[in-house]
Each structure stands twice: as C-alpha cells, then as structure tokens.
C-alpha cells in the first residue's frame, strides 16, 4: 500500500485502499468487491486484516456480505453515517453527550431559519399546521408526540434541499427519541404553545414573527445546557 499515514493502524489503512479501490474502478450499488485472496495479494495484507477493514466498512454501510455471492458496494447513505456516528458517541451514561447534540440542533436551526423561511411554500405551512393541531390533539389526551415533533422540525427546512442538514437532524433525533420522557412531560402544553407561534408566523408571512417565535422554542432549559426542560 503507498500514500497511506504509517500511524495508522493497518487495518484503517486497508480499510482507505478499498474505499479508493471502489472510486477509482467506479464501482456501483450491488457491484462486487474482488475475491478476499485477490484482495489480500493486491494489498499485501492477510485475511484477518482484510475482514476487520471489511466489516468496519459493513459498520458504516458502504458495503454488504452476501452469503456465496461476495462483498457487495452499497449505495451511499448519509442517514446511515450519521446515525452510527452519533450512535457510538453516546451510551447508557452519556447524558452529557447528548445535551451536546440538542445545543447543535439549536445553533443549526437558527442558522438555517431565515433560509427556511424564504424557500417554505404553502404546502410546507399546511403540513406544519397539521402537525401543531395533531401535537396539541396528543397533548390534550395525555400522549407524547415524539413523531410529529420531529417531523414538524424536518418539515421546516426540507424545501432547503439540503440533505446534510436534513441527515444531521435526523440523526440528533434518533438520539434523543425518547429521552428523558418524564421530565419532558410537565413542560408540553408550552411546547405545543411554542410550536404553534412558529406555524402563525409563517401563516402571517412575518419573518421578524417567525424568528423570535424559533428563538422562543429554543429557550427551554433543554437547549440552554440544563437537566431541567423548563421553558423560558
């Protein structure tokens, strides 16, 4: 193997030469690797060192075992990444870790929020409506409304067609689904409340409205750095 970083450790290496081995063949979904001794000669690495760069690709998604047939490439799938990522970042004692994640959601909505505003169209704003009524409706029978929550956030930035955005969204969501639910649940009615002050601001096509309302919903405790999920 040439042009690799000899600090590393040398099935990351392998792991590299492969990742380069599919770019430069232009390899496509459900194409398949060379033979693991084809593999091993071109490399100069044995087997076990193959297999473990092998299943540390398997772990990110970018390729597949197929039983009698070969290792196959899989198509890219940011989601996939990302949610692995943030995943092995985060364990049963990682509190802090995810806390972390909701100040990131925090500063990338607000960021994003102005370009957000601009792109939304009337059917983005019908969808969030629905989705407020159907977090209020939830409320109101005493049922959490993780799923419509976090579809209300995608909703509002999906006309960016940014899917980086969308991916890192998604994945900070995986992590926090159900996540210290009962302490969320005395603070719901003001979270509904908030939500619906961002779906008003976009029906009065107010951006100055819609920006202290984004502002507003990120003023709970939760995204403050606190263990609390007052809202403020």
Not at 56 to 78: D, H, I, Y
Request: proline letters at 3%; glycine letters at 4%.
């Amino acid at each position: 193997m040439q042009n690799t970083n000899r600090n590393d450790k040398l099935y990351i290496r392998t792991y590299r030469e492969i990742r380069k081995y599919i770019v430069q063949n232009n390899l496509q979904p459900g194409d398949l690797l060379p033979t693991e001794q084809k593999l091993c000669e071109t490399l100069g690495v044995s087997r076990n060192v193959l297999r473990e760069s092998i299943k540390s690709m398997e772990l990110m998604g970018m390729v597949r075992a197929c039983p009698g047939k070969g290792t196959e490439v899989q198509a890219f799938n940011l989601d996939f990444i990302l949610q692995n990522v943030l995943f092995f970042q985060v364990g049963p004692q990682e509190e802090h870790s995810i806390r972390e994640m909701f100040g990131v959601r925090k500063v990338l909505e607000l960021a994003y929020m102005r370009q957000a505003f601009h792109a939304m169209t009337e059917e983005d704003v019908r969808a969030l409506r629905s989705l407020a009524d159907a977090m209020r409706d939830n409320w109101s029978r005493g049922v959490f409304f993780i799923q419509e929550d976090k579809d209300f956030h995608l909703t509002l930035f999906r006309s960016l067609h940014n899917d980086v955005l969308l991916s890192l969204l998604e994945a900070i969501w995986s992590v926090d689904d159900g996540f210290e639910l009962e302490k969320k649940q005395p603070h719901l009615e003001q979270t509904v409340t908030k939500h619906e002050a961002i779906v008003a601001a976009l029906e009065n096509h107010s951006y100055p409205a819609f920006a202290r309302a984004m502002e507003a919903h990120f003023s709970s405790g939760k995204y403050l750095g606190m263990t609390s999920y007052e809202e403020f």
